[in-house]
C-alpha cells in the first residue's frame, strides 16, 4: 500500500510520545519506526518527519476467520481490501488533529510555571479520540499494573476474542472484540488463565452490563463537543469548578459498572468520551501534586475523595475545560521511558577545603523519582542525580 500524508509539525503532534504515554495500548513500533494498529476495522501504519505525518491503510473486505487463527496463516496481503477514502478523516479525527496544540501549550503555560518549564521537551503530546469500550477496557486493566502489562494484556484479549484484520510481514493484528464477545459462561475462566487476574471478573462483569443496556449507550456519554466520527457537534454546557455537567454524568454512570473506581472513570470520561476536564488521580498524579502542587499538607495529606476532588478542581481552575490534557502532558514528562528528556546538571560551586558545605545548586539534574511504590517497572518515575561536582568551602577549626 502507498503512503500518503498529512502537514503535521512535530509540536502539533508527536506519535512517537502521544502512542506511549499510557493513553493507548495497541499500537506496535517496527524496527524501521513505523507505528501499528487494527483500529475499527482497519489495519492503520503511521510514520512521521519534522514537518509531515504519513499514513497507510489496510481495510479488508471480508475476513472470514476464528478468532484465534490456525498455525498455518494466510498471506500478509490476504485479506486486504484497497485504502478508504475516509481513512484521512478517520485519522484526523482519532488523533484529535483539530485544536491547535501549540495555542493550547502556550495558555497552560502563562497560567502555570511548572508547566511551562516541563513542556518544551514534551511537545506534541495529544489526547487521542479512541471508542469509548477499548478505553474503558484497557483502563480496567491499568489497576495496578504498568504500560507494558497492560499492552499485553489488550494484545491477549484481542487475539483470543477479536477479530484478525490483516497482517504486516508475518505479524497479524486483531482489532477489539465487541462487548458481546465477552460475555460467555467461560470468558472470567479463560482470561483468568491468560493472567488478568482479578481483572478477568470485571471485565466479563461490566461487558455483560454494557450488553444489557441500549445500543449506543457508552456513547451517549460523550462530550456532544467532541463526537464520534461524522455527528455534527453541540456544546456541552457551562463550565464549572467540578466541571460540566455532562461530564459529571458520565462520570457518575461509569462507576456503577465492575472495577471501574474514580481514577479508571475518569480515565475514561478523558480518553474514551471526550471530556477535556477530566482529570485520573493516581498515585503517580498524586506524587506530581505534592511535589509541585503543595498539596500532602493538612487535611490533604493523603489521597482521600476529598483530595482526589480538590486536586481535580485545582487543575481546572489552572487550565480550564483541557485540564485533563494539560495534566497528561505533566504525567508523561515524569514516565520513566522520557526521563532522558529532562537530563540537566548539578553543580555546587566553592573553593578551599573540604570540612562544611558552603554554596548554591545552580543546575538540577532529573532523570526521574521513586518516592511512592506501586506495583510498575518500566513506567515508574525516577529521580535519580546522575553526573555532578561539589566542591565545599573550608571552616578552618581552631586548635584547642
Known amino acids: 500500500m502507498s503512503w500518503r500524508k498529512l502537514p503535521v509539525s512535530l509540536t502539533e503532534l508527536c506519535i512517537d510520545t502521544t502512542l506511549r504515554c499510557g493513553q493507548s495500548f495497541r499500537w506496535k513500533k517496527s524496527a524501521d519506526n513505523i507505528w501499528s494498529c487494527a483500529l475499527l476495522g482497519r489495519l492503520i501504519s503511521l510514520r512521521q518527519d519534522p514537518t509531515h ?10 475476513l472470514n476467520e ?15 481490501g484497497p485504502e478508504t477514502d475516509d481513512t484521512q478523516q478517520f485519522l484526523h479525527h482519532y488523533l484529535n488533529l483539530e485544536p491547535n496544540l501549540t495555542e493550547l501549550y502556550g495558555q497552560w503555560s502563562s497560567a502555570d510555571r511548572n508547566f511551562e518549564r516541563k513542556a518544551p521537551k514534551f511537545t506534541g503530546v495529544r489526547i487521542l479520540r479512541q471508542d469509548a469500550w477499548e478505553a474503558l477496557v484497557g483502563f480496567i486493566c491499568s489497576s ?28 497479524p493484528y486483531y482489532d ?38 441500549e445500543d449506543g449507550w457508552l456513547d451517549s456519554l ?14 456541552a454546557g457551562r463550565m464549572l ?13 461509569l462507576l456503577a459498572l465492575q472495577g471501574v473506581g474514580p481514577k479508571v472513570a475518569d480515565c475514561v470520561c478523558l480518553m474514551g468520551l471526550g471530556w477535556g476536564e477530566a482529570v485520573p488521580v493516581d498515585t503517580h498524579v ?33 487550565w480550564g475545560k483541557e485540564a485533563g490534557w494539560a495534566h497528561s502532558v505533566l504525567f508523561t514528562a515524569d514516565l520513566r521511558a522520557f526521563s532522558e528528556r529532562l537530563s540537566t546538571k548539578i553543580e555546587i560551586k566553592g573553593e578551599g577545603e573540604t570540612t562544611q558545605v558552603s554554596g548554591t545548586i545552580t543546575k538540577v539534574e532529573i532523570r526521574a523519582t521513586t ?8 513506567d515508574e518515575p525516577l529521580i535519580k542525580v546522575e553526573k555532578h561536582q561539589i566542591l565545599r568551602k573550608a571552616k578552618r577549626r581552631k586548635k584547642s
Open 241 to 253: 469548578p467540578g466541571g460540566r455537567e455532562g461530564y459529571r454524568k458520565a462520570h457518575e454512570e
Open 176 to 213: 477489539m472484540p465487541s462487548p458481546t464477545r465477552l460475555t460467555g459462561p467461560t470468558v472470567e475462566a479463560h482470561l483468568r488463565e491468560l493472567g488478568f487476574g482479578y481483572r478477568a471478573k470485571y471485565l466479563h462483569q461490566t461487558a455483560v452490563m454494557i450488553t444489557q443496556h
Open 144 to 171: 495496578n499494573n504498568n504500560i507494558a502489562r497492560i499492552s499485553q494484556m489488550m494484545e491477549k484479549l484481542c487475539v483470543h476474542y477479536g477479530p484478525l484484520i490483516g497482517r504486516i510481514d508475518t505479524r
Open 286 to 318: 498524586w506524587q506530581i501534586a505534592q511535589r509541585d502542587y503543595k498539596f500532602g499538607k493538612g487535611k490533604h495529606r493523603s489521597l482521600t475523595k476529598v483530595t482526589y476532588d480538590a486536586i481535580g478542581d485545582h487543575f481546572r481552575a489552572l
Open 371 to 378: 518516592p511512592i511504590k506501586r506495583e510498575i517497572d518500566d
Open 53 to 62: 505525518l504519513y499514513f497507510r491503510a489496510i481495510c479488508p473486505e471480508a
Open 222 to 235: 460523550r462530550n456532544p463537543e467532541s463526537p464520534i466520527l461524522s455527528r455534527k457537534t453541540s456544546s
Open 66 to 80: 476464528p478468532p484465534t487463527p490456525p498455525s498455518s496463516t494466510p498471506s500478509s496481503t490476504e485479506g486486504a
